[in-house]
């Protein structure tokens, strides 16, 4: 409501020290009435305690961080199951963006989700939510028709084929499609996704191209501003987009 006071949704930044942490809270600085980071965490010592106003912590740290509302973690599997753990500790919301993870820790997700809110998506783009959606709907009447998805990303990315492939696998799956998976690593690719559908004499391509990873940082905080104070739940971007 216009006039409204709110208080800042209180951050922590799980991953601080990597590509998305730093978009993170580089974006996150330019909101202050929005956001407040509390707290930035990184796999090692970080190399000074407090930047720009931030208290930094090692991830051995972690049980010690002051209260939060919402973790906000893109880091990589071995980080998550610690703030998953802390979250559901606090009562604190998650959102994460961490691709990779095992099966149980999904499952373990899952569990937390009865009494937290919590929000995993392997992409947090609007682009991608639509495309998804597109995805969907080709899949469900392009019967007999072979379906791939083609990812191409950045030589330092780990995981393959990308969450974001496998979720867009799954929406095709689920309408029907057979799908194969053929992953790049090239250059400094921040996220290409083509889901291919060839027929007999004709092939529709469905490409989206993320050129700057700051949608997917802008995408997080704008999530983790709704996640906060919310029903215990899992909730999915598309939810929580208004
Ligand atoms: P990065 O390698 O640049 O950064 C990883 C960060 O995680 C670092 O800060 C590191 O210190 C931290 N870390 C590693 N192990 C840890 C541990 N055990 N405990 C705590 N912190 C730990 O990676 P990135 O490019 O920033 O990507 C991070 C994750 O986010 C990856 O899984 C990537 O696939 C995913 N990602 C998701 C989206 C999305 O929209 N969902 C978008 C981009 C990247």
Sequence with gaps: MPGMETTPTRLLIHG?????????????????????????????????RVVEGVPYFAASELGGVPAFDVAIDFSLPEGFDPVLALCAQRGAALVSGTTGLAGPQR??????????PVAWASNFSLGVAVLTELVERAA????????????????????????????????????????????????????????????????IELTHRATNRD??????????????????????VRDLLD
């Design 16 to 48: 601080a020290s990597g590509r998305m942490g730093q978009a993170l809270l580089r974006l996150a600085a330019e909101q202050p009435q929005q956001v407040q980071v509390v707290a930035a965490v990184m796999r090692k010592s970080p190399a000074q």
């Design 107 to 116: 499952e373990a997700l899952a569990q937390a989700a009865s009494r937290i």
């Design 140 to 203: 469900a009447a392009l019967g007999g028709w072979d379906c791939d998805v083609v990812e191409s990303h950045h030589i330092h990315k780990k995981d393959a084929p990308s969450g974001t492939a496998l979720t867009l696998g799954e929406a095709a799956g689920s309408a029907g499609a057979a799908v194969h998976y053929a992953s790049l690593r090239a250059g400094d690719i921040v996220g290409e996704h083509l889901v291919q559908f060839t027929g007999l004499g004709e092939r």
């Design 215 to 236: 949608i997917f940082a802008r995408g997080a905080l704008h999530v983790a501003r709704r996640l906060a104070g919310r029903a215990p739940g899992q909730y999915r």
